[in-house]
């Protein structure tokens, strides 16, 4: 699990047209790691609808999360182990 800070990204990260996140996830995928942002994108939701439906569907998966926080992720990681 690799657990990357939002407020590190930037904000082309959250712009999906710039075609980074894509690039980011993928790299995540091909090297079967599984890939949290962690912290506040609420403003970057706001701005994009499709950012909030990709978010939407990362979340419903097992490779990519997106996380408030280092507690919900561990807590999101501990029911998926159940």
């Known amino acids: 699990m690799v657990a990357l800070p939002a407020s590190r990204l930037g904000s082309a990260?959250?712009?999906l047209r710039t075609g980074l996140a894509?690039?980011?996830?993928?790299k995540a995928v091909d090297y079967r790691l599984k890939l949290?942002?962690?912290g506040d994108i609420s403003e970057h939701l706001a701005a994009s609808n499709?950012?909030?439906d990709w978010v939407r569907e990362a979340n419903r998966g097992r490779e990519i999360w997106f996380e408030p926080s280092l507690d919900?992720?561990?807590?999101?990681?501990?029911?998926?182990r159940g």
């Open 13 to 15: 990260f959250f712009q």
């Open 22 to 26: 894509g690039e980011i996830a993928q």
């Open 36 to 38: 949290a942002v962690i």
């Open 50 to 52: 499709a950012l909030r």
């Open 72 to 80: 919900s992720l561990a807590a999101r990681l501990g029911r998926s």
